[in-house]
């Protein structure tokens, strides 16, 4: 993964290294070669992540389908402050809210996005949403929410093209 770990004590960092040793993870030239030169380009490629993932998420707002939109870097959002305070900016990833809708509707919302592949994502280039299910997983504080939830990450289509894709799809939805 080309990862970095900070170990905040003796033991973990003891414990990381055995992890490294004993797993022998070494990555190879090419890996390392193709991670350099995704960071050359991490900067705007962030910035774009940024721009689309608002742009879509303030979209999204307007929306009569939608409940709730998730983004940190949206003012009326529960933890803006903390995200104003602790970061510089956003990336592409944030959380939707639907009215409530069934399990169908949304999949049938979801089956024929051509631009929105469904899956998660940790900052690839491409778009991608996934239905999610907070409740279910949520252990420090109680989901508020009643509709379904999507899970989107914006990624370097044109902003445009990836909101004519949620149009169709909130077509299906309805239609459903």
Same mark, same amino acid.
């Given at each position: 993964?080309?990862?970095?770990?900070?170990?905040?004590?003796?033991?973990?960092?003891?414990?990381?290294?055995?992890?490294?040793?004993?797993?022998?993870?070494?990555?190879?030239?090419?890996?390392?070669?193709?991670?350099?030169?995704?960071?050359?380009?991490?900067?705007?490629?962030?910035?774009?992540?940024?721009?689309?993932?608002?742009?879509?998420?303030?979209?999204?707002?307007?929306?009569?389908?939608?409940?709730?939109?998730?983004?940190?870097?949206?003012?009326?959002?529960?933890?803006?402050?903390?995200?104003?305070?602790?970061?510089? !900016?956003?990336?592409? +990833?944030?959380?939707?809210?639907?009215? @409530?809708? $069934?399990?169908? /509707?949304? %999949?049938?919302?979801?089956?024929?996005?051509?631009?929105?592949?469904?899956?998660?994502?940790?900052? !690839?280039?491409?778009? +991608?949403?996934?239905?999610?299910?907070? @409740?279910? $997983?949520?252990? /420090?504080? %109680?989901?508020?929410?009643?509709?379904?939830?999507?899970?989107?990450?914006?990624?370097?289509?044109?902003?445009?093209?990836?909101?004519?894709?949620?149009?169709?799809?909130?077509?299906?939805?309805? /239609?459903?």
């Amino acid at each position: 993964m080309l990862g970095t770990a900070t170990a905040g004590d003796r033991d973990t960092y003891l414990s990381l290294k055995w992890t490294a040793v004993e797993i022998g993870t070494c990555a190879g030239p090419d890996d390392c070669y193709l991670g350099l030169r995704g960071m050359r380009t991490l900067g705007p490629r962030l910035k774009r992540h940024q721009e689309t993932g608002i742009r879509i998420a303030e979209w999204l707002k307007q929306r009569p389908e939608v409940a709730t939109v998730l983004h940190p870097a949206l003012t009326d959002c529960p933890g803006h402050a903390i995200w104003k305070r602790d970061f510089t !900016g956003a990336c592409g +990833l944030f959380g939707v809210v639907l009215n @409530p809708y $069934s399990k169908q /509707a949304v %999949s049938a919302m979801l089956n024929d996005l051509e631009l929105f592949g469904l899956g998660y994502s940790w900052g !690839g280039y491409e778009s +991608l949403i996934i239905p999610t299910t907070p @409740p279910t $997983s949520r252990t /420090a504080t %109680s989901w508020p929410h009643l509709g379904p939830s999507l899970r989107i990450h914006a990624g370097l289509e044109d902003p445009d093209d990836l909101i004519a894709d949620l149009v169709a799809g909130f077509d299906r939805l309805n /239609a459903a």
